[in-house]
């Protein structure tokens, strides 16, 4: 450690962007959406976007999970081949194998991601056979592995998702799509909806894997403390624009934006 | 991070430099109104030495530990710290560089524990050497060390902190914060809630820290464990802290 050695640690990251919004803006015709969105997210990090209902945070996470189409803007992608690509410049097969390859995404509404009346192995096994998996012991090994990575009973692999509790499906919804090893995942309000137990279990599976597996994610929550507990960078949306982003501790402790400020304020432990 | 080719001062030891530190709170839903909590703050600290923050509470010694750990953004002035990476200049810092700075350079050891729900006090301890890619085995045994050291109770090992006393939730907290060598490290109160046995305890690891090198900038309630491990001290004084509207 000598203050005269000039090693640059950390190089220019944004060089190394996984996912990066440039300019990003769609709108509705009423208005809503999300307007003029920039940001880039590295590997490994995680980036929380808060903000109150109709504040554009689901609409902005649907233009960067590929979904909609933005009225303009760009989302650009770095492949694991290292090949960067503007994600709604590809063909429509292209991004939707990206989709079930390299992202995965977690609704919050568990029926919205799950195939709700085939079994537990089957929700699990369908994005392993869409990368080519074909034999079936594999198959069902990898899904009971899975159910126990998110602790569940891997004995549940025949049971239907919808005689699930909500959180046994936001756990299972979450080994439907780490199951093919995705780089970027895309969360919902992931805890939205789910008992405070059952939400701590959640957060703390989600915590664990992000850790573990190295993953990046970008997840969307009206929760600040979910924010705080997951998110190494937070970007706060109001009327569909980001009014504040930066360190999430800094942007809890220091908020800057009146709306930040009150946002921070209103909930009893940030 | 900056590379300071023009750094005034030639001692090599140099680890925690904040040149003319000002910092206001403006309250934008109370009339805008505005706290100036730190004013023209200038310090220096050294590998090796604890530097105590000592000053009437209210006079922003606690605000002044939170700016140096990035929690809260410099209003002027300039606050480098040196880590194993070179330096950090938190004034233009990222939130990424601060994250990395944070992960690798600079620990933080305050009051109370924040809880993870679920996870238990030896999980919790291990973090942050998980978190620097470190096996599971080898952070597995400094935490049992650790936590030995402060006298947590085995039973309490494998429990979420959650429902601990105040006294073994901050005991936890120092030994996570004792987990990695840090080259620099921000104390606030880490002796609050500690009885004398456990308080003898953090006073060794601090002294610890300090004889590997270690930059120490800590405030202490106890006068007795200041006294212990105080190399310099930093007077903040009453200054008139109403808000100006």
């Given amino acids: 450690m000598n203050p005269h050695q000039n090693t640059l640690a950390v190089t220019d990251d944004t060089q190394n962007a996984l996912l990066r919004a440039k300019n990003i803006t769609r709108l509705y015709s009423s208005g809503k959406g999300c307007r003029e969105i920039n940001f880039d997210l590295c590997p490994g990090e995680v980036l929380g976007i808060v903000g109150e209902s109709g504040s554009g945070k689901t609409t902005l996470l649907n233009v960067l999970s590929g979904q909609h189409k933005p009225d303009s803007g760009q989302v650009l992608y770095t492949n694991k081949k290292g090949d960067a690509m503007d994600l709604y410049g590809l063909s429509e097969s292209r991004r939707r194998h990206?989709?079930?390859?390299?992202?995965?995404?977690?609704?919050?509404?568990?029926?919205?991601?799950?195939?709700?009346?085939?079994?537990?192995?089957?929700?699990?096994?369908?994005?392993?056979?869409?990368?080519?998996?074909?034999?079936?012991?594999?198959?069902?090994q990898t899904g009971q592995q899975w159910l126990t990575d998110v602790d569940m009973e891997p004995g549940l692999i025949d049971s239907a998702p919808s005689t699930f509790s909500g959180g046994m499906q936001q756990r299972l919804q979450i080994a439907r799509n780490l199951v093919t090893g995705p780089r970027l995942v895309f969360m919902d309000e992931p805890t939205g909806g789910l008992d405070v137990s059952v939400q701590a279990r959640l957060l703390d599976l989600l915590r664990s894997l992000v850790v573990e597996l190295g993953l990046s994610a970008i997840i969307v929550t009206h929760d600040l403390a979910v924010a705080r507990l997951l998110a190494h960078q937070l970007v706060v949306m109001k009327d569909g624009l980001i009014i504040e982003q930066g360190l999430t501790d800094q942007v809890l402790d220091d908020p800057q934006h009146p709306y930040t400020q009150l946002l921070v304020s209103s909930v009893l432990t940030p | 991070m900056t590379t300071d080719l023009h750094y005034s001062s030639s001692d090599s030891s140099l680890r925690v430099d904040v040149q003319n530190l000002c910092k206001t709170f403006v309250l934008h839903n109370q009339g805008q109104a505005q706290i100036p909590v730190l004013q023209n703050i200038n310090l220096q600290v050294f590998e090796g030495e604890c530097l105590v923050l000592s000053g009437p509470s209210g006079t922003g010694k606690s605000t002044l530990l939170r700016t140096l750990y990035g929690n809260y953004r410099i209003g002027s002035g300039q606050v480098r710290i040196l880590g194993h990476h070179g330096w950090t200049d938190l004034t233009s810092a990222a939130h990424r560089e601060i994250n990395h700075l944070r992960r690798h350079s600079l620990g933080y050891v305050s009051q109370f524990l924040r809880?993870?729900?679920?996870?238990?006090?030896?999980?919790?301890?291990?973090?942050?050497?998980?978190?620097?890619?470190?096996?599971?085995?080898?952070?597995?045994?400094?935490?049992?060390?650790?936590?030995?050291?402060?006298?947590?109770?085995?039973?309490?090992?494998?429990?979420?902190?959650?429902?601990?006393?105040?006294?073994?939730?901050?005991?936890?907290?120092?030994?996570?914060?004792?987990?990695?060598?840090?080259?620099?490290?921000?104390?606030?109160?880490?002796?609050?809630?500690?009885?004398?046995?456990?308080?003898?305890?953090?006073?060794?690891?601090?002294?610890?820290?300090?004889?590997?090198?270690?930059?120490?900038v800590g405030i202490f309630h106890d006068e007795e464990v200041r006294n212990r491990v105080a190399d310099r001290a930093f007077n903040f004084e009453q200054t008139d802290l109403q808000p100006q509207i």
């Fill in chain 1, 98 to 140: 990206l989709l079930r390859t390299e992202w995965g995404m977690v609704h919050q509404h568990a029926r919205d991601g799950l195939r709700m009346n085939v079994s537990a192995g089957a929700n699990i096994g369908e994005r392993l056979m869409a990368v080519g998996q074909r034999h079936y012991g594999d198959l069902r």
């Fill in chain 2, 115 to 216: 809880v993870i729900p679920r996870v238990s006090a030896l999980e919790v301890t291990m973090q942050p050497l998980l978190e620097q890619g470190e096996n599971k085995t080898f952070a597995r045994e400094k935490a049992i060390h650790l936590l030995t050291c402060l006298n947590v109770p085995e039973q309490l090992w494998s429990l979420p902190p959650a429902t601990f006393s105040g006294g073994e939730q901050q005991r936890v907290n120092i030994a996570r914060g004792f987990m990695l060598d840090y080259p620099v490290m921000l104390l606030d109160e880490p002796t609050a809630s500690l009885d004398s046995k456990n308080s003898d305890v953090v006073v060794d690891l601090i002294n610890q820290a300090k004889a590997r090198g270690a930059a120490i």
